[in-house]
């Protein structure tokens, strides 16, 4: 693994069992979450993985945390296997990469303070004396730009945007190297959801943080991401820079999103054609042979059906980090 790499999956599946036999006392089938998830996270850099709910995004995220345990394939943080680590070695390694989670007062503890539920990690850590982490935090606090007097202050007192800066202030406690954000912004409104977004930026360049953002929006994480992954049914459908997945479209599936994303000018949306996709979804217990999303797809034909396609570089391309998984890309 190259070391630009601080952060890599390799072959990446979680399988969840369901259903039950009562007769063999075992689950019957397999809801494949993840299946066969790969890319690598440069130092200082984002990681945007987009896709309808369902696709397997929040589960990918608490893979990389090791939240759940993998099926298979690994995880590597700075080359340390963390799907091979101790409990042990694995408390260790918490404190270099860390969450900030969906819903901000969710995750916050009702009966502890701001201050109280930032320093957590530090408490769990042992890495500042009682009266060091409270100076700690207060300056977690300001740095996030919140008011280093409302320590004691409970999560209700505060708003949507402020109890998500306490949850960033939290990520940063232990001073991780990588911050996995599961839809940092979807629970605020449009007006918050740009300072988190800037602040989140502002802290990225001020101290060299890695993020994996996951994101339904892809208006939210074009300007923000450095990277954007398209998952689909649990499979990443196209990976590349911003620039090469919005404006170089490959897969159908990700045209159809892109098609689905509000325009604000009427000039701009009235030239807009929007994808309608047929059909639902597949179930994630019984995927489609072949290309899974081809019983949704415009384009798919007999090959579809029998051969499953892999990531790659579109032929003829000269951007060899734009991959698409899909035999007849545009």
Do not use: W
């Amino acid at each position: 693994m190259s070391d630009e790499f601080v952060l890599a999956a390799r072959s990446l599946r979680k399988y969840f069992p369901t259903g039950a036999s009562r007769m063999l006392q075992r689950p019957t089938d397999l809801v494949q979450a993840v299946d066969d998830v790969s890319f690598g996270l440069r130092r200082g850099t984002t990681l945007a993985v987009v896709g309808e709910s369902g696709c397997g995004k929040t589960t990918l995220g608490r893979l990389l945390a090791r939240l759940i345990e993998p099926t298979s394939g690994s995880v590597t943080l700075e080359g340390v296997d963390v799907t091979a680590a101790s409990p042990r070695e694995l408390l260790a390694l918490r404190r270099d990469i860390q969450l900030v989670f969906q819903d901000p007062y969710a995750c916050l503890n009702p009966r502890h303070s701001i201050g109280q539920s930032i320093g957590t990690p530090i408490r769990i850590q042992k890495t500042l004396s009682r009266s060091a982490e409270k100076e700690r935090v207060r300056e977690l606090m300001q740095l996030v730009g919140l008011n280093p007097e409302h320590y004691n202050r409970f999560p209700h007192e505060f708003s949507g945007g402020q109890r998500q800066r306490a949850g960033i202030a939290r990520a940063l406690a232990l001073q991780p190297k990588v911050i996995i954000a599961d839809e940092p912004v979807s629970a605020l409104d449009v007006s918050i959801q740009s300072q988190i977004l800037n602040l989140m930026e502002d802290l990225q360049a001020s101290m060299g943080l890695s993020y994996v953002f996951i994101a339904h929006d892809l208006s939210v994480v074009r300007h923000i991401a450095d990277q954007v992954a398209v998952m689909y049914l649990g499979k990443i459908v196209e990976i590349g820079e911003p620039a090469a997945v919005y404006e170089r479209t490959a897969h159908p599936y990700t045209k159809a999103l892109l098609s689905a994303v509000p325009v604000a000018d009427p000039r701009r949306a009235a030239g807009r054609q929007r994808i309608v996709l047929t059909g639902d979804v597949p179930s994630p217990v019984n995927p489609p042979s072949g290309c899974r999303f081809r019983t949704r797809c415009p384009k798919a034909d007999a090959r579809c059906a029998t051969e499953e396609p892999v990531l790659l570089a579109r032929p003829g391309d000269s951007d060899t980090e734009h991959r698409v998984a899909c035999h007849f890309p545009d």
